[in-house]
């Protein structure tokens, strides 16, 4: 498994016990592969603190209380969860995959990397002409659609995305937008679509109505001032 190399937490020179790096390691693995749920939102267990707080101590601002467990888990926990999840998504899709971020995170994997986008325009034209629009939610957000997801489907492109559970709100899975529910199953859907693009150009044209007649700034504004009456 690929660490997160942030003040040596999990890297070999740790010097967190065998006991508490395995008990950190389970925690990360069980948060990485449940969508939907915070399991970082629980305290961790104070003897797994202590030896955290003695080797790798974090400084907050004086004026402000954070509860240490929450800082642990948001410094060290969380970008491993995130670097672990990309990873492995990345080395299922291997060479199917380009990045438009213009630098190489992932030195192991091959990827195409391109560009990041110089303008709205280009942009637009990226995600229109993908095969597959690929989002991964930070793990941050337990919570919400993100806007790169409207933003694909506002650009007639084809979304699969990670399980947020408010899709199921506000779009029909299957017909609409496409989850995976981990590195197999993305793989297994990504080849799929790749071969099927009048199924693709289908789900684009439905996503891209719904967004047209529910999801413009302007639905939103007519939310706002709605729950402000």
Not at 104 to 126: A, D, H, M, T, W
Not at 200 to 223: C, Q
């Amino acid at each position: 498994i690929p660490v997160w190399n942030r003040g040596e937490i999990f890297s070999e020179e740790t010097k967190l016990s065998r006991s508490c790096l395995g008990y950190l390691d389970g925690f990360v693995h069980s948060q990485r592969v449940l969508y939907g749920w915070d399991l970082f939102s629980d305290p961790l267990p104070l003897a797994v603190l202590e030896e955290i707080m003695h080797y790798y101590p974090i400084e907050a601002p004086a004026d402000i209380y954070v509860p240490f467990s929450f800082l642990c888990s948001q410094y060290y926990l969380m970008p491993q969860v995130i670097q672990q999840e990309r990873l492995i998504l990345f080395q299922g899709l291997k060479n199917l995959l380009t990045v438009f971020t213009g630098q190489r995170e992932e030195e192991n994997i091959s990827y195409v990397v391109q560009p990041y986008p110089k303008g709205l325009e280009e942009r637009k034209r990226i995600i229109a002409s993908s095969k597959i629009n690929l989002n991964i939610t930070n793990r941050y957000f337990i919570n919400g659609i993100p806007s790169h997801a409207f933003e694909i489907m506002g650009y007639v492109g084809f979304l699969i995305t990670n399980y947020q559970k408010e899709f199921f709100d506000f779009f029909e899975v299957g017909k609409e937008w496409i989850y995976f529910e981990n590195a197999n199953d993305l793989l297994l859907k990504t080849v799929f679509y790749c071969n099927h693009p009048e199924a693709r150009e289908e789900i684009s044209e439905r996503a891209l109505e719904k967004v047209k007649k529910k999801h413009l700034y302007v639905h939103r504004a007519e939310r706002i001032l709605e729950l402000l009456d």
